[in-house]
T-cell receptor, first 113, second 111 residues
């Protein structure tokens, strides 16, 4: 069984440019998370989906970040425009339901120059 | 919302010794507490978890204890080996469904 798949693995962009990350969760997993991880720190939740509904986006900077989960499967996270401080690893995770093991993707390492 | 604090931030142990990492949480309704191991450049992976109706769980050399009254839980690694070197994160799943992580503990096992 394939795990959580994220793409791209690495992305380098200039500030003020847009960028998008894609996540394909494990089949049958209803809960999907997007986390941001800075070097040496723990993952910080950006948004959580239950099926196609964003049930917790309180920590998503909505002025520049947006996310969607079409048909309750794949998800995309977008930043427009990117800022230097957005450089980090963006992790996607999924779980069968919200209080079960969350499986992480490999992450997308974003560098904004 | 939930707040998870983790200590220590770094832990250096001799091979064969035990390592203990402690975490506290703030939401008394939190019901699920996983521990993740993250090696450099890799994804976090679950190593053990515990639910609020259990006080202790063990899997070979690792164990987790939970004290609901005090709102803290701990990871114990016995007979440490060099391959145990990594960053370990505790997490708590709060009553709102949010999975919050601690800041992590860098464990270094020296031969």
């Amino acid at each position: 069984e394939a795990g959580v798949v994220q793409s791209p693995r690495y992305k380098i962009i200039e500030k003020k440019q847009p960028v998008a990350f894609w996540c394909n969760p494990i089949s049958g997993h209803n809960t999907l998370y997007w986390y941001l991880q800075n070097l040496g720190q723990g993952p910080e939740l950006l948004i959580r989906y239950e099926n196609e509904e964003a049930v917790d986006d309180s920590q998503l900077p909505k002025d520049r970040f947006s996310a969607e989960r079409l048909k309750g499967v794949d998800s995309t996270l977008k930043i427009q425009p990117a800022e230097l401080g957005d450089s980090a690893v963006y992790l996607c995770a999924s779980s069968f339901r919200r209080d079960t093991e969350a499986f992480f993707g490999q992450g997308t390492r974003l560098t904004v120059v | 919302g939930e707040n998870v604090e983790q200590h220590p931030s770094t832990l250096s142990v001799q091979e064969g010794d035990s390592a203990v990492i402690k975490c506290t949480y703030s939401d008394s309704a939190s019901n699920y507490f996983p521990w993740y191991k993250q090696e450099l450049g890799k994804r976090p992976q679950l190593i053990i978890d515990i639910r609020s109706n259990v006080g202790e769980k063990k899997d070979q050399r690792i164990a987790v204890t939970l004290n609901k009254t005090a709102k803290h839980f701990s990871l114990h690694i016995t007979e440490t080996q060099p391959e145990d070197s990594a960053v370990y994160f505790c997490a708590a799943h709060d009553s709102w469904g949010k999975l919050q992580f601690g800041a992590g503990t860098q464990v270094v096992v020296t031969p």
